[in-house]
């Protein structure tokens, strides 16, 4: 039996946000680092600990955080013990598309919010979608103000299309359609936006799929990839708050050894929702790190496992043969294993993410997505786009830096908001 733990609850069924206070369960760091897999049982065991520079190489167009004067400072298993508490102004920048971090980003975890309501949350994907909409609709209204649907108008729209993110190829079938229907006629630009909002809504409706937790497997293992920035680690914390509402069982490990601030996030993310957090030093091995958190998940018989990775260009093809290192070294463990690998993509970056997926795919089998940063992101289009070319399940979104702030992907509520219009 498949249990669909996404996208079916309202939020307002969701636990308070005093959820994690309540449960036991505490961060349980590895005091010492946890041994390497015997070479008897990992035929690849993870060996020496990769250097971590190629990790913080220059990244002009996708780092988030700012340059830091100091070096990355390694962090002995005493200074991991205590988690601290996150910072009062911990609301980090949007991920700035700009220059180039060189050595740890300071920790970023969001504050804590109150569960939105339904009404809530429709309202707050219209406002996060805003900068995405309000480029169409006013685009929208002034080539079709008491104006016919003739080829000129046509040309127009496919362009505003594509210039939204579309993509070429969803631009020419959402205009050819509205054509076969409308040519010739005097449309509204309300008529317009409801039309592609449909269309719209068609193409994303296959790729709007919860993820689906198998209650057979002890632990369900989730390997969270993607580029430097994208929102990995704060969409692992989201994703642990929901399970752990779901009454779920949640392990998370810390497999973004490179940074000593990739770790704290992580823990603090652990603390904030009851998940014990199995880490290392910062340098160990990513790959051995993540057998030994699957191998306690198992004796433990956690119900799900979420492995977070260090951000990594996908041209980068030293970092991204690590990524499949770690798959083969958790599959010595259970050959079926990852059973979702999703991969986190922020929406500000527009059409990058096409190649971010292609090549993510191809490495590590990528089979689900998540889109971040869709609140604020003038490029929220994009979407649409990567569900007609990879047809990959888009299993959530990311509306804000909040630990409330991941939400089923909703068809519907997607292009409706896309296209400015309200919920009904
Ligand atoms: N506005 C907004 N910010 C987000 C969202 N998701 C993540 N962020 C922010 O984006 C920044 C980067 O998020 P992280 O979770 O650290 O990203 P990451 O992929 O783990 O980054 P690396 O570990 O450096 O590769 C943080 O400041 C987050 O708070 C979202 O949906 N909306
Ligand atoms: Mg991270």
Known sequence: MIFRWFGRKKPEETAPKDEAAQDESVIQESATPAPEPDAEATPEPPAAPPAPKPEVEPVPELAPAPPSAEPPAPVAPSQVTPVPAPPPAAVAPTAPLAPVPVAP???????????????GWFAKLKEGLSKSSSKLT???TSIFTKRKLDDDALEELEELLITADLGPATAAKVTAELARTRFGKEVSPEEVKSTLAA???????????????DPALK????LVVGVNGTGKTTTIGKLARQFKAEGKSVMLAAGDTFRAAAVSQLKIWGERT??????RDTGADAAGLAYDALERAKAEKVDVLLIDTAGRLQNKTGLMEELRKIVRVIKKLDETAPHTTLLTLDATTGQNAHSQVEIFRDMVNVNGLILTKLDGSARGGVLVSLAEKFKIPVHAIGVGEGVYDLRPFDADAFAKSLMGLSAD
């Open 105 to 119: 980003a300071p920790v970023a975890v969001a504050a804590e919010e109150a569960p939105p309501t339904k009404k």
């Open 138 to 140: 006013d685009g929208i």
């Open 199 to 213: 269309e719209v809504s068609k193409i994303v409706t296959p790729v709007a799929k919860p993820l689906v937790l």
């Open 219 to 222: 632990p369900h293992v989730i």
């Open 274 to 279: 009851g998940c014990p957090v199995v880490a």
